[in-house]
């Protein structure tokens, strides 16, 4: 394994549990279950993004919760990577839909698997990503940081979701 991985793997995960949280704001109306506790109770293939990323105000506070939850220190400020893989860039590991990303977040790469979701691609830096579940405190605020990061996307457009041609 590469160096950069493993700077990746280890670096960030013990900071991430620090309660830096979303800086005490209650979550919105309604949300009252964490990510796990979502992920587990929705079929595959449900979980929509409440928000848009036209939403400033949501970006906002998504980009304030990735540097929270220290998703910057793995992905970097602006989500473009850094030690690990770029987030904003059109190759999608497990899928680019909401419901992958939200899975993988709230997860990790390792339970994600065992859910039989599989690797679709590979970035520069090839290594787990954490359970961040056990650190975001509630689904509203991963959409949110979710938000953030569709709103930083730079690929191409037809990929933005997922690229629906090309690969299988
Ligand atoms: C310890 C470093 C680390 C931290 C902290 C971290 N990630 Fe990751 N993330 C990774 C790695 C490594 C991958 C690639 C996973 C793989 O290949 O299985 C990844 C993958 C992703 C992907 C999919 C990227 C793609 O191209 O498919 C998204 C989205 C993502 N992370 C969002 C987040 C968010 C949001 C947070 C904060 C709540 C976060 N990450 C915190 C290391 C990290």
Redesign the pocket.
């Known amino acids: 394994m590469c160096a950069l991985a493993v700077l990746?793997?280890s670096?960030?995960?013990q900071q991430?549990q620090s309660p830096a949280g979303g800086g005490g704001q209650p979550a919105a109306a309604g949300s009252t279950m964490t990510p796990v506790q979502r992920a587990d109770s929705a079929p595959k293939g449900t979980l929509k993004n409440p928000y848009k990323d036209t939403d400033a105000a949501v970006v906002k506070a998504g980009q304030q919760l990735?540097q929270n939850?220290?998703?910057s220190?793995?992905?970097g400020g602006g989500g473009g990577g850094g030690?690990?893989?770029?987030?904003i860039?059109g190759?999608?590991?497990?899928g680019?839909d909401d419901d992958t990303?939200f899975r993988?977040?709230a997860y990790g790469?390792q339970i994600l698997q065992s859910k039989g979701y599989s690797?679709q691609?590979y970035?520069n830096?090839?290594?787990?990503?954490?359970q961040?579940g056990q650190?975001?405190k509630s689904d509203d605020d991963l959409w949110r940081?979710?938000t953030f990061?569709r709103s930083v996307y730079h690929g191409p457009p037809e990929c933005k979701f997922g690229c629906k041609s090309g690969g299988s």
């Open positions: 990746c793997a670096g960030y995960a991430a990735f939850y220290a998703c220190g793995c992905h030690m690990c893989p770029a987030v860039d190759v999608w590991i497990y680019g990303l993988l977040v790469s690797r691609a970035e830096v090839v290594a787990p990503m954490p961040m650190i975001v940081l979710l990061v």
